[in-house]
């Protein structure tokens, strides 16, 4: 999993979990819909400007979160199709995310 990959992964999760929309996620980015959509799908790399939104709204104070794998977690094979992770957010083939490691 590339570094790119694992930021859009750590973003998608995060707010999953806080059940954060899209919407409000890309506005704290300063970004349209669309392109926060290429980056949390890993085609575009987020710039740190955008992380740094994106924490703020989030609460967090470790941009560096975004970089790593959670402990206890793996990462899941990029051709993995896994539905209703994340709050009920899907998981599409080829878009990578975490899963509990075995």
């Known amino acids: 999993m590339t570094t790119q990959?694992?930021?859009?992964?750590?973003?998608?999760?995060?707010?999953?979990?806080?059940?954060?929309?899209?919407?409000?996620?890309?506005?704290?980015?300063?970004?349209?819909l669309r392109s926060l959509r290429y980056r949390l799908a890993g085609e575009y790399p987020f710039q740190v400007d955008e992380l740094g939104g994106l924490a703020q709204l989030l609460g967090m104070d470790d941009l560096g979160a975004?970089?790593?794998?959670?402990?206890?977690?793996?990462?899941?094979?990029?051709?993995?199709?896994?539905?209703?992770?994340?709050?009920?957010?899907?998981?599409?083939?080829?878009?990578?995310t975490f899963a509990l490691a075995a």
């Open 66 to 96: 975004f970089f790593r794998v959670p402990d206890g977690f793996a990462p899941l094979s990029t051709s993995s199709r896994c539905i209703g992770l994340c709050a009920g957010q899907r998981a599409y083939p080829g878009e990578p």
């Open 5 to 32: 990959e694992t930021v859009a992964a750590n973003v998608r999760a995060r707010l999953a979990w806080s059940r954060i929309s899209h919407e409000a996620a890309a506005e704290a980015a300063g970004l349209s």
